[in-house]
């Protein structure tokens, strides 16, 4: 089958997927028509901040209307001084919410939004949107709540200034338990109840100190630069910046560019290791590595300014069949790490994610920035193995980097993102 012919069958499939995700209904809480979807038509029946963005992006290669009412609809949510929440609890009952929605919440019996954020994927979602079809009312309207947003990660998560954002919780990364965090949280063990438990301290601490981002990152029990979130900040600055512009806000659209730049800098700099050749996220206020390779370790390839040494280094790691280029790539965790465990948790184990398996969505920020770069030989061949496993195990939530079998959640919204990459 040819590439216009799948990517033909892939819009027929992500339209049925969508459809099958979405929910609507009427919000007395923000009184308005709400209609979203969510990553799964189970457990995950929300509406997802990065998700959201996926969706959207995909959504863009057929049907920009319906991306853009994607987009809105989650800034619907946003808080008074710009915060956007990872998840918007619309309908959820009381007797509806999973425990973690109350957990991640600020206090209260009915939570309507988590406290906590996600990698800021709007910006690159909407210029997606705004390539295909050029609508500048939609800028209008989405920009200006989307650069709050980027103004309030300035103005509560960077408080040491070093042009480095920090998350306050696992989930904030999107990669829920990747061992980056035990580095932070002090367990390097492998015993999942207790990895669970200390991830869940951290929520739970967050919830006592009212999730204030000062005094929890003040307090630096969990103070983690980390680098896919700050990966995706630079470039959905770039993003806004290009996007003011067309607007005709140059004001804007500098401010935007220049915050790029320097948070690129900033990344390149401090979380490169010149021994080890790869980036690590930071933690805590001493700026400590988390050294363990992950697929963090290779989003700077996503990144405009990734050049010369770093490049060609990151590349390296990324074909080397003992870490990264197994016969799925890309997977969450290098081969050669301890953590590595490629195939889903036992049913009666505690679920742990982000331990080994590949996902589409990161391998959507690898393929891109390869592009970017001029590997189009390997985003080529990752793409095509992309297809090798949803062809044979459908859209999941992750497979098995050795095996290529698919897990968990089936028709998993942000796995349609092949979509965009064909």
């Given at each position: ?25 009427y ?50 949510a ?23 929605a109350?957990?991640?919440s ?6 309507r939004?988590s ?29 200006p709540?989307?650069?709050?947003f ?18 306050i ?12 965090f ?61 996007l ?11 401010f935007f ?37 992950t ?20 590349v ?23 953590f ?77 993102l092949?979509?965009d990459?064909l």
């Amino acid at each position: 089958m040819d590439k216009l012919a799948l990517k033909q069958k892939y819009i027929e499939k992500a339209v049925k997927i969508f459809k099958g995700n979405t929910f609507e209904g009427y919000s007395k809480w923000k009184n308005t028509h709400y209609k979203f979807i969510a990553p799964a038509s189970v457990e995950y029946t929300f509406q997802w901040l990065w998700d959201t963005s996926f969706h959207s992006i995909v959504l863009s290669n057929f049907d920009t209307n319906w991306a853009k009412e994607e987009i809105l609809n989650h800034l619907k949510a946003q808080w008074e001084d710009g915060f956007v929440p990872h998840i918007i609890f619309w309908g959820g009952r009381y007797l509806d919410l999973p425990h973690w929605a109350f957990i991640e919440s600020k206090f209260n019996a009915r939570p309507r939004t988590s406290a906590i954020t996600q990698p800021p994927v709007l910006a690159l979602a909407v210029e997606e949107i705004f390539k295909k079809d050029g609508d500048k009312e939609f800028l209008k309207e989405s920009l200006p709540k989307i650069a709050k947003f980027h103004r309030w990660l300035l103005e509560n998560r960077d408080p040491d200034g070093d042009n480095l954002i920090s998350i306050i919780s696992p989930n904030e990364s999107g990669m829920d338990e990747l061992p980056v965090f035990q580095y932070a949280l002090g367990y390097l063990k492998e015993n999942p109840a207790i990895l669970h438990y200390t991830h869940r301290k951290v929520d739970l601490l967050n919830q006592f100190y009212g999730f204030n981002s000062k005094k929890i990152l003040d307090k630096d029990y969990f103070n983690v630069e980390e680098l896919l979130f700050n990966c995706v900040f630079i470039e959905a600055n770039r993003s806004l910046a290009r996007l003011f512009s067309e607007l005709g806000e140059e004001d804007e659209a500098k401010f935007f560019k220049d915050l790029a730049s320097k948070y690129e800098d900033s990344l390149l700099e401090k979380c490169w290791d010149s021994e080890d050749k790869i980036f690590y996220s930071l933690y805590s206020k001493k700026d400590l590595k988390a050294k363990v390779k992950t697929i963090a370790s290779l989003l700077p390839l996503f990144l405009d300014g990734l050049k010369d040494e770093k490049l060609e280094a990151l590349v390296k790691h990324l074909v080397d069949p003992n870490e990264f280029w197994r016969p799925y790539p890309v997977p969450s965790v290098a081969a050669d790490e301890p953590f590595y465990f490629p195939q889903d948790p036992p049913a009666y184990k505690v679920k742990l994610l982000w331990r080994g398996p590949t996902w589409i969505n990161t391998n959507w920020f690898i393929v891109k920035g390869l592009r970017k770069h001029g590997y189009d030989n390997l985003a080529d061949q990752i793409v095509e193995k992309m297809v090798e496993m949803i062809e044979e195990r459908g859209f999941r939530e992750y497979y098995n980097p050795e095996t290529g079998e698919g897990y968990r959640r089936e028709n998993f919204g942000w796995s349609t993102l092949i979509l965009d990459l064909l």
